[in-house]
């Protein structure tokens, strides 16, 4: 994930997640998460220790279970989205005193990208005030501040000034193929969509993200012996290193546009002409516009090798978020009501795409980046910063009750 601040924060400034050095006026929010803090440290580490990777079903529906059981001691109703090619997804409600109104939807993810045995081999552990281990930041962290939300919104229901759902899918690491319709569905009855992907370092919410693209691209030839029939062979590995230069060529930094070619395989042994070949690619674009002339560009790629042909299959998977005028104006309404607890908010943007990208493409005024800060996502040195749970958890709570 690459991370451009739009704003900078100087010393010593509260960006998100610090709260500064001026006297807060907390609002009753700071002291209930403080004393939820050694709670939210458990959660956290529960989390982290339960592997559940985007392909195995029984684990993620043993979490979404979980989830539904905390939900529902909050007062929460709760259903259980059945999917029968993947893990559950879970929707918990709470109602509040204006039920008619339109909900505030909060966003979230049950899976990681971390297999089965992962937390056994890196069990979470703390260290220097950071929480270390498989999907602390993506989005475990996330995750253990809805859980505290929950805990508040237990007493305080009646306050509520609309609905709260909470939405949790189990597929988001692999394109949330088979929950976007229910994300979709979701967000288009609700008000306003919460997203608890981490926030940038600092603390800073995404109001932009990429939109990504994902391709395979086959090349086939015809095999042959490398010095009996070398000119009988028509290679598939010579057609694809075509394609992969043609591919490259297609990155625009100034736009914002990337290509990457991140896996290459084919061919069986060095004295075979390769009759088959592969590349997976992904692509990242700035505007909806972008995307569609570089899907265009991708499926239109042409065979250089005589004899050869492509096969190519994907698209653009999650669309851009882009920093439209209602994006700009629900932050600004966010940031004022941030600086009310003490909390200096700003925003920013990533090349990585979520759930959130779908939400907003629909039009719903979408807040991206929640969750806690640390570091590393889908990296070995992941982690929360645990300092960041209290503040963090306070914005959420505050944004849920007055947005
Ligand atoms: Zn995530």
Request: aromatic residues 4%; contains cysteine.
């Amino acid at each position: 994930m690459k991370a451009i601040r739009l704003r900078k924060g100087g010393a010593p400034r509260a960006n998100g997640h610090a709260a500064g050095k001026q006297p807060l006026k907390p609002d009753g929010l700071f002291p209930f998460f403080r004393a939820l803090e050694p709670q939210m440290i458990r959660w956290l580490t529960r989390l982290v220790n339960t592997d559940t990777p985007s392909d195995e079903k029984r684990p993620l529906d043993r979490l979404a279970r979980w989830f539904a059981g905390q939900f529902r001691q909050c007062g929460a109703q709760t259903e259980i989205a059945k999917n029968r090619d993947a893990g559950d997804h879970l929707l918990a409600r709470w109602a509040g005193p204006r039920a008619l109104r339109k909900p505030i939807l909060i966003l979230g993810h049950l899976d990681t990208v971390w297999g089965v045995g992962e937390s056994q081999r890196r069990p979470a552990r703390i260290e220097n005030g950071r929480l270390f281990g498989p999907g602390a930041v993506d989005m475990r962290g996330g995750l253990t501040l809805v859980l505290a939300l929950a805990r508040y919104l237990q007493s305080r229901v009646a306050e509520l000034d609309k609905p709260v759902t909470v939405l949790l899918v189990s597929d988001e690491e692999v394109g949330s193929h088979t929950s976007r319709s229910l994300i979709e569905a979701e967000a288009i009855r609700s008000e306003t969509v919460l997203v608890m992907e981490p926030c940038l370092p600092g603390g800073a919410l995404k109001t932009f993200r990429k939109g990504v693209g994902r391709f395979t691209i086959t090349s086939r030839g015809v095999a042959a012996h490398s010095g009996v029939d070398h000119s009988r062979g028509v290679s598939a590995i010579h057609e694809l290193a075509h394609q992969v230069l043609a591919l490259y060529k297609l990155n625009d930094p100034a736009k914002g546009t990337t290509v990457n070619v991140g896996v290459v395989r084919g061919g069986t042994r060095s004295n075979v002409v390769a009759d088959e070949a592969g590349m997976e690619v992904d692509i990242r674009v700035a505007t909806v516009a972008e995307g569609e002339r570089l899907n265009a560009l991708v499926h239109g790629l042409k065979p250089k090798v005589r004899g050869s042909s492509l096969e190519i299959a994907g698209g653009i998977n999650r669309p851009p978020m882009e920093r439209t005028a209602t994006i700009v104006a629900l932050f600004e309404r966010a940031q004022a009501l941030a600086a009310k607890i003490g909390i200096e908010l700003t925003q920013g943007e990533t090349g990585g795409g979520s759930d959130g990208s779908f939400t907003a493409a629909l039009g719903i005024p979408t807040l991206d980046g929640l969750g806690p800060d640390g570091g590393g996502p889908h990296a070995l040195h992941e982690h929360v910063l645990i300092e960041s749970l209290v503040p963090r958890a306070a914005l959420l709570a505050q944004l849920v009750l007055k947005l």
